[in-house]
C-alpha cells in the first residue's frame, strides 16, 4: 500500500532526492566509489558542496555581502552560535514555541535578552503582534515557523533592528527578503535533506563585532572562511540537500513553490473547518501552511484513537500530535505531493460517514 508520510521531522524528501542519493550510495558520479566513502576533500565532492551554496543563494536570492555555510549540530547548536557570535549587550526574542524558548534559553547566557512577546499562557496558539523591540538591541530572533504547534510567521518582521531567525521549518517554501536578516539558518531534515546538516545564511558585516573569544567551532568565520570544509562536514546529507534545491528550481523556484504549499494547505484546513469531527487547534490567521495541527471536536473526543488506526490503516504515517498539543499533525514540507493531502481528506471523510 502506498504510504503518504506526513511526519514532522525528519521527513518526506523528494523522489528525485532518494533516487539520486540512492544511486549515489551505489556510485558517486562515476568515482566507483559510494557518496558514503569519499573524501570531503575530493574535487568531486567539493564540486557538489560548492554547488549546494551556489543554489541556495540562487532560490533565496541571497544578496553579496552574505555567505552560506554548512554545519553540524542542528539547529539547536544554532541556539547558542548565534548569541555567542552576535550578542554583545542585548538581543531582542519573540517567545512563540518550545524552539523559540529553546533558543531564548541559550541566549540569557550571553546577555541580556529581552522576550518582546509571548504567547504561552496560551499554550502557544497564536502569533503576538504589535509587540516592540528594543531599538539598541543587537538583533531580533523569531521561530518563522512553530513546528510543535502549528502557527507560521510567513512574512519578514518589520523592526527597527537586524533580523535572526530560525526558518528550520518553512525554509524554501516562500521568497525572503535575505538583506534583512543578520542569520538565518535551518536544520536540514525538514525542508532540505537527512538529518545531519544545518544551513546558515549569514551577512558577514555582522561579525567579528563583540569583545568575547569565541571557540573556533563555534565561530561563524571559521567555516565561512574554510568554505564548510574546516573539518570533516556531513558529506552525505550536503549531497542529497543538493538534489533537493536542484528539485526546487525544476519547480520554479520559491514564488512557485509558495503557491503549491498555499493550496495544499488550503485543502486540508478546509476540511478540518468543514469536517463536523474535527477543528483547528490554533488562531486562523496564523496557520502553519507546514505543519497543520489539528484535534476530535469536543462532542468526539472519544474517536482520537479510533480515527489514529482508521487513518494508518489507509496509509497515512506519522499524524499524530506533538505530545504537547496532542490530537493530529500533518506536515505539509514541500516534498508532500497534493495527491496525498487529497488522500487524506478523503480518510477523514470517509471517518466521518462511520460515525
Ligand atoms: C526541528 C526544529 C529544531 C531542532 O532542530 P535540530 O536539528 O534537531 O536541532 C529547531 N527549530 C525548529 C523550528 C525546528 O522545527
Known amino acids: 500500500m502506498k504510504k503518504h508520510n506526513f511526519s514532522a521531522g525528519p ?3 523528494s523522489e528525485y532526492t532518494i533516487r539520486n542519493s540512492a544511486a549515489a550510495v551505489t556510485d558517486f558520479e562515476g568515482t566507483g566509489l559510494s557518496i558514503l566513502e569519499v573524501s570531503h576533500r575530493g574535487k568531486e565532492f567539493v564540486a557538489v558542496c560548492d554547488e549546494a551554496r551556489t543554489k541556495v543563494k540562487e532560490l533565496l536570492e541571497v544578496p553579496s555581502g ?12 544554532q541556539f547558542c552560535m548565534v548569541p555567542f557570535n552576535l550578542l554583545n549587550k542585548k538581543a531582542s526574542y519573540l517567545d512563540t514555541g518550545t524552539w523559540a524558548s529553546n533558543a531564548i534559553k541559550e541566549a540569557r547566557l550571553f ?11 496560551a499554550n502557544y496558539t497564536f502569533i503576538p503582534k ?19 504547534y502549528g502557527t507560521e510567521m510567513r512574512y519578514d518582521p518589520d523592526v527597527n533592528v537586524r533580523l535572526v531567525s530560525d526558518m528550520s521549518s518553512d525554509i524554501f517554501t516562500r521568497p525572503v527578503d535575505v538583506s534583512k536578516y543578520d542569520v538565518i539558518y ?22 567579528g563585532r563583540i569583545a568575547r573569544a569565541i571557540p573556533t567551532m563555534l565561530d561563524y568565520r571559521t567555516h565561512i572562511k574554510k568554505e564548510s570544509m574546516f573539518n570533516t562536514p556531513p558529506v552525505f546529507p550536503i ?7 536542484k ?77 504537547s498539543v496532542g490530537g493530529f499533525r500533518a506536515s505539509l514540507y514541500n516534498a508532500m505531493p497534493q495527491s496525498s493531502v487529497e488522500a487524506l481528506v478523503a480518510t477523514m471523510k470517509a471517518f466521518e460517514k462511520q460515525h
Open 66 to 77: 552574505y555567505e552560506v555555510i554548512f554545519l553540524g549540530g542542528g539547529a539547536s547548536l
Open 186 to 207: 535551518a536544520g536540514a531534515q525538514k525542508n532540505l535533506a537527512p538529518a545531519g546538516v544545518t544551513l546558515v545564511v549569514v551577512r558577514e558585516e555582522a561579525l
Open 239 to 245: 549531497f542529497a540537500a543538493l538534489q533537493t534545491l
Open 11 to 13: 521527513s518526506i524528501l
Open 247 to 323: 528539485w526546487y528550481q525544476t519547480l520554479g523556484g520559491l514564488s512557485a513553490i509558495e503557491k503549491m504549499n498555499l493550496e495544499k494547505a488550503a485543502i486540508l484546513y478546509d476540511e478540518i473547518d468543514r469536517n463536523k469531527l474535527f477543528r483547528g487547534t490554533v488562531a486562523v490567521q496564523d496557520r502553519s501552511i507546514m505543519n497543520v495541527c489539528f484535534v476530535m471536536a469536543d462532542e468526539y473526543k472519544e474517536l482520537e484513537a479510533g480515527f489514529a488506526a482508521f487513518a494508518a490503516a489507509a496509509g497515512m504515517v506519522g499524524i499524530k500530535g506533538h505530545r
Open 111 to 121: 546577555g541580556e535578552v529581552e522576550v518582546v512577546a509571548s504567547s504561552k499562557d
Open 130 to 148: 504589535g509587540y516592540k523591540v528594543a531599538e539598541d538591541a543587537d538583533y531580533f530572533h523569531f521561530t518563522s515557523n512553530n513546528t510543535i
